[in-house]
């Protein structure tokens, strides 16, 4: 089974550009969760999808940030415009539900540099 | 404000012995904690967790003690391998099931396993 993927790996934009980040979770997962970890700090949540709808976005920063699950399957996470606070590794982490584990899976992580 | 509080930044151990890592909260309404195990590159891997009603779970060479009173949790690694050589964060959520919920998580603390 397929865990979590994260796309790209890595990107480096400049102040004032515009990225998106993708995470496809494992299959069949109704949970999504999209955290930040800016160097030596914690990992800290942004926001949490159930199937398609927001569960959660108490830790999206401002509004530059935007999310999306169309069809309840995989997320985007859109950062416009950059700033250079927004450097960090974005985790993306999928979970089944209440029928399920009780864990969260972590994907890779998308390292962006903003310079 | 941090409300999971990993002080020790990092933890050097002999092989073989014993690797004591140490967690505490603030918010009394986290019910479930959680640990994570991260090598560099790759996302979070879940490894042990522990309820509020518990204060001891122990799978194989982990074992997680919890002090609620204290607001504090350790988790014991023995014997320490190589392979546990890794940054380990402390997690914490407010249902007795880490899957649908945000995760609160600590700065990490990195062990080291001297062979």
């Known amino acids: 089974e397929a865990g979590v993927t994260q796309f790209p790996s890595h990107s480096v934009i400049e102040k004032g550009q515009t990225v998106t980040l993708r995470c496809d979770p494992i299959s069949g997962h109704d949970n999504l969760y999209w955290y930040r970890r800016v160097m030596g700090k914690e990992i800290k949540f942004l926001l949490h999808?159930?199937?398609?709808?927001?569960?959660?976005e108490s830790g999206m920063p401002n509004n530059r940030f935007l999310a999306e699950r169309t069809g309840g399957t995989y997320s985007t996470l859109k950062v416009q415009p950059a700033e250079l606070e927004d450097s960090g590794v974005y985790f993306c982490?999928?979970?089944?539900?209440?029928?399920?584990?009780?864990?969260?899976?972590f994907g890779p992580g998308t390292r962006l540099t903003v310079l | 404000d941090q409300q999971v509080k990993q002080n020790s930044p990092s933890l050097s151990v002999q092989e073989g012995r014993i690797s004591i890592l140490n967690c505490d909260y603030t918010n009394s309404m986290f019910d479930y904690f959680l640990w994570y195990k991260k090598y560099p590159a790759e996302g979070p891997t879940f490894l042990i967790s522990i309820s509020s009603i518990k204060d001891k779970n122990e799978d194989g060479r982990f074992t997680v003690f919890l002090n609620k009173s204290a607001k504090h949790l350790s988790l014991h690694i023995v014997p320490s391998q190589p392979g546990d050589s890794a940054v380990y964060f402390c997690?914490?959520?407010?249902?007795?099931?880490?899957?649908?919920?945000?995760?609160?998580f600590g700065k990490g603390i990195t062990l080291s396993v001297r062979p």
């Open positions: 997690a914490a959520s407010p249902f007795f099931t880490g899957a649908n919920s945000k995760l609160t």
């Open positions: 982490a999928s979970s089944q539900g209440a029928s399920g584990g009780d864990e969260q899976f």
């Open positions: 999808f159930v199937k398609e709808s927001k569960q959660d």
